[in-house]
């Protein structure tokens, strides 16, 4: 017993030296009482945060709003944050205020989960004073206090709790899903890039179907139509499919497969990605998977081996080998899906088993996916042709790069030439 972090236990020394209390509080201990290995530490002291910064040589005031000091130990990191508790609490998210107390249970009352309000002396002893071992132990997520208060107070945690549940696998306590519920549309208020770091970690963690269910079930992603126009109603139609996603370990692969799934246009996927706050990288490589599979669908419309394999090829180069690696990837976890329907349905029985078929062996028949790959550049062309650079060039090399990719013509710089010399 006693706390296993060195580090951690000489500031909850230093501090109980100093005469103040000091306790590890949060995530930390929640992890420690399942068992589970603890990413980050949270301590939580009666000292004010210029005395904490009295006591350590290396802080810095990281949070001093809401009186959090990160000291800087040899071991690492540790915030440390006076016990308070919040005070008025406005549009919706976050308290307007903080007051410094000198009581660890009234801090303890503050936070959002019985599990997440706990605390540990160096000791290794448990303060638990709402219950959030033996909720812990049955299973259960359950607001500190009366749910319906914590989720008016802070909408954020309404997407907490969801994430909690899905990640550690926990039911929702009656009252508190009751409250979430009821409280859904004030979903609203909160910052896209908070909704968009609370559904990745949903979206990228061990149970992604059942967060998207419980979000559904909620009504929680009802309430982002307005900022998130997906039709959310098709991943009921997909039920089952839904599971598939926790075996892709990509995340992108998840986020395409939920988003093929719901068989919104790729722009429409790449407009949202982007109004997420997702990074432009991130929502491309998304996006370019569902935009191969609609160039494909659009045009195959039986299984012929024949024109599949030139749209396919073509795709792969216009979109990215990238792209077309994980939309096999998609379509390998796919065929378990039963009572699969629309439109995705037909391409999945009709043009899915040929590409899982034929799709990698004739990517690797394929010379050159890009134009870094093709052997010539831009003034090679030029100079050929004896040209001034211009928009013509971009046209003929990507044409070039198709039929170089198509095996019309080799990927050779002589072949290419002469090629090009022949289009002009
Ligand atoms: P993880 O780091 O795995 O997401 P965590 O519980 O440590 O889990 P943090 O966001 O790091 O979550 O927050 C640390 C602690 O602060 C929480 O355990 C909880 O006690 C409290 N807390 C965080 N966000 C809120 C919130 N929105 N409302 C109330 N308490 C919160
Ligand atoms: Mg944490």
Redesign the pocket.
């Known amino acids: 017993k006693g706390i296993k972090d060195p580090g951690a236990a000489e500031v909850l020394g230093r501090l109980a030296e100093a005469g103040y209390e000091a306790y590890l509080?949060?995530?930390?201990v929640?992890d420690a009482v399942l068992g589970r290995s603890i990413?980050?530490i949270?301590i939580a002291t009666s000292a004010l945060p210029e005395q904490v910064m009295e006591i350590f040589h290396r802080t810095v005031p990281t949070g001093l709003q809401h009186g959090t000091v990160t000291v800087l130990m040899p071991q690492g990191m540790y915030e440390v944050t006076t016990f308070r508790k919040e005070a008025a609490y406005e549009g919706f998210r976050?308290p307007a205020s903080v007051a410094y107390i000198s009581d660890l249970t009234e801090d303890l009352k503050?936070?959002?989960f019985t599990m997440?309000?706990m605390a540990m002396n160096v000791a290794g002893v448990l303060q638990d004073p709402y219950g959030g071992q033996a909720d812990l132990a049955a299973g259960l997520l359950r607001c500190v206090g009366i749910a319906e208060e914590r989720f008016g107070e802070?909408a954020?945690?309404m997407l907490?709790c969801i994430r909690f549940a899905s990640t550690y696998d926990l039911e929702i306590e009656a009252s508190t899903w009751q409250a979430l519920l009821a409280n859904a549309p004030l979903l609203r208020h909160i910052a896209m890039e908070r909704v968009r770091s609370e559904l990745q970690r949903m979206v990228e963690g061990p149970a992604p179907a059942r967060a998207v269910r419980l979000l559904l079930a909620s009504g929680l992603l009802a309430n982002l139509k307005k900022q998130l126009p997906l039709p959310y109603e098709a991943w009921l139609a997909w039920d089952d499919a839904l599971d598939v996603v926790s075996a892709l370990e990509e995340q992108h692969d998840r986020w395409a497969m939920l988003l093929m799934l719901l068989e919104v246009p790729s722009d429409v996927v790449r407009a949202a990605l982007q109004d997420l706050t997702f990074s432009r990288a991130d929502g491309t490589a998304v996006a370019e998977v569902l935009a191969l599979r609609e160039a494909i669908a659009a045009q195959v419309a039986v299984e012929d081996p024949a024109p599949l394999e030139r749209v396919w090829k073509l795709g792969a180069v216009r979109r990215g080998e990238a792209a077309a690696r994980a939309l096999l990837r998609l379509l390998r976890e796919l065929p378990q899906v039963e009572g699969k329907r629309g439109r995705l349905a037909r391409f999945l029985e009709e043009t899915a088993p040929a590409l899982l078929r034929r799709g990698e062996a004739w990517l690797k028949e394929v010379p050159c996916f890009s134009l870094k790959e093709l052997a010539i550049s831009g003034q090679d062309v030029a100079v050929a042709l004896d040209r001034q650079p211009g928009p013509w060039m971009g046209r003929l090399l990507q044409d070039l790069l198709e039929r170089a990719a198509l095996g019309e013509i080799p990927n050779e710089r002589e072949a290419l030439i002469d090629a090009a010399q022949a289009a002009k």
């Open positions: 509080v949060g995530g930390c929640r990413k980050d949270d976050r503050r936070r959002d997440n309000a802070d954020l945690r907490r």
